[in-house]
């Protein structure tokens, strides 16, 4: 069981916009995803997934409030109704702590323990910062996971290179690293939910495609207590309940691509 109290909770989004006024702004994220009110797409075909199933040496680093996870730009999306080719540039984790869930959007009200969130950007920009200024220069995917009764094959590598990189500015390289492994037993890739949004941390630039898969991935209950124990946020204090709040819609349309 985790060394920390439950109270000890990080306090920060609703200050954000005092220092990121894009925070408040009207097409944030995450969202409530509400199943009887999304709308079919039909244009809302498979996401074309190209090297995705690349053995991996990457880089992890803690940034002081996350974990990142730096991927390789050969990782590309396409398809999927998306307006062009998206290149991988990293991915990281929301989560919660043994008191609660962590997943930053939510169905129908329920929150997930965890979401894996993969960041891509159009693949004629080179960093992120130069994405964040195009409203469609950012694709971010989210898978959820939920417990059960099964191990993550690979998942224990993520735990294992997390244990590495507890205080901030830590970096270190997790080895042999297949992402398909951690996105385990996802035969349908095709069923999703599709919206525009924003980054979920300040500054909240409002220009990411969001794709949040229906279908989640499933981790032992002891794979997903370990991954809320091993980090420390800048301040040193347990680096627990890394999720924003859902924010409103207000007026935004969610799109699926299940008939
Ligand atoms: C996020 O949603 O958390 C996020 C990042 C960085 C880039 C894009 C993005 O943390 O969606
Ligand atoms: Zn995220």
């Known amino acids: 069981q985790s ?5 000890d909770k990080c306090q920060g989004p609703n200050q954000w916009v005092r220092d990121f006024p894009e925070c408040g702004g009207q097409i944030q994220s995450p969202v409530n995803i509400v199943t009887r009110k999304v709308q079919y797409d039909p244009s809302l075909t498979a ?11 990457i880089t992890v680093v803690n940034i002081g409030y ?5 991927l390789p730009p050969s990782m590309r999306i396409r398809g999927g109704g998306l307006p062009d080719t998206y290149k991988a540039v990293q991915f990281h984790l929301h989560w919660g702590s043994d008191c609660g869930p962590g997943s ?3 169905v ?7 979401e894996v969130h993969i960041v891509h950007i159009k693949q004629q920009y080179n960093t ?3 994405a964040m200024n195009d409203p469609v220069g950012v694709a971010a995917l989210g898978f959820f996971f939920e417990v059960s009764p099964h191990e993550n094959r690979q998942f224990y590598k993520v735990i294992e290179a997390l244990g590495r990189i507890q205080y901030n500015g830590n970096s270190s390289v997790m080895t042999g690293f297949q992402l398909t492994d951690m996105l ?29 898969f229906q279908q989640s991935i499933p981790i032992s209950q002891q794979q997903l207590a370990l991954v809320t124990q091993q ?23 969610i799109y699926t691509s299940m008939a």
């Open 108 to 114: 129908d009200g329920e929150q997930y323990p965890m």
């Open 66 to 70: 996350a974990a990142v996870f730096f």
């Open 231 to 253: 980090m420390l946020f800048s301040t040193g204090k347990p680096m627990i309940d890394i999720f924003r709040p859902v924010q409103n819609l207000n007026g935004r349309i």
């Open 47 to 57: 996401i074309i997934f190209e090297n995705y199933t690349e053995v991996m040496n």
């Open 184 to 212: 385990t037993s996802l035969e349908n890739f095709s069923s999703y939910y599709r919206y525009e949004g924003s980054l979920t941390i300040p500054g909240c630039n409002e220009a990411i495609i969001w794709t949040v």
């Open 3 to 7: 060394q920390y109290s439950c109270e």
């Open 128 to 130: 992120l910062s130069e």
């Open 104 to 106: 930053e959007h939510t």
